[in-house]
Nanobody, 119 residues
Framework: QVQLVESGGGLVQAGGSLRLSCVASGRTFGLSTMAWFRQAPGKEREFVAT????????YYIDSVKGRFTISRDNNKNTVYLQMNSLKPEDTAVYYC????????????WGQGTQVTVSS
């Protein structure tokens, strides 16, 4: 099994920055693609960004392109989400997720970290 633990959320003013971290433990050798999702109050959970196992390929939703950067350090079993120029509409609980080498779906999820952006 794999456990994912997010950290780095908090309250920030619009235009500010935060860096989220997600540390994986357990059978981490089997992890492949990792991603960040978010869920705002009253809304469905949405995909934010994803990164390949090597870190060489990334993808973002349009609303965060140019503001957010996903990265990973496989030596530390950690994936990051650097969030700059934050907007109130970025307010949500952010979740880290991971696929195993044998899965199509995201098999592992963290508990989430709250990000609140004030205007």
């Amino acid at each position: 099994q794999v456990q994912l633990v997010e950290s780095g959320g908090g309250l920030v003013q619009a235009g500010g920055s935060l860096r989220l971290s997600c540390v994986a433990s357990g059978r981490t050798f089997g992890l492949s693609t990792m991603a960040w999702f978010r869920q705002a109050p009253g809304k469905e959970r949405e995909f934010v960004a994803t990164i390949s196992r090597s870190g060489g390929s990334t993808y973002y939703i349009d609303s965060v392109k140019g503001r957010f950067t996903i990265s990973r350090d496989n030596n530390k079993n950690t994936v990051y989400l650097q969030m700059n120029s934050l907007k109130p509409e970025d307010t949500a609980v952010y979740y880290c997720a991971a696929k195993s080498l044998s899965s199509i779906e995201y098999a592992y999820w963290g508990q989430g970290t709250q990000v609140t952006v004030s205007s």
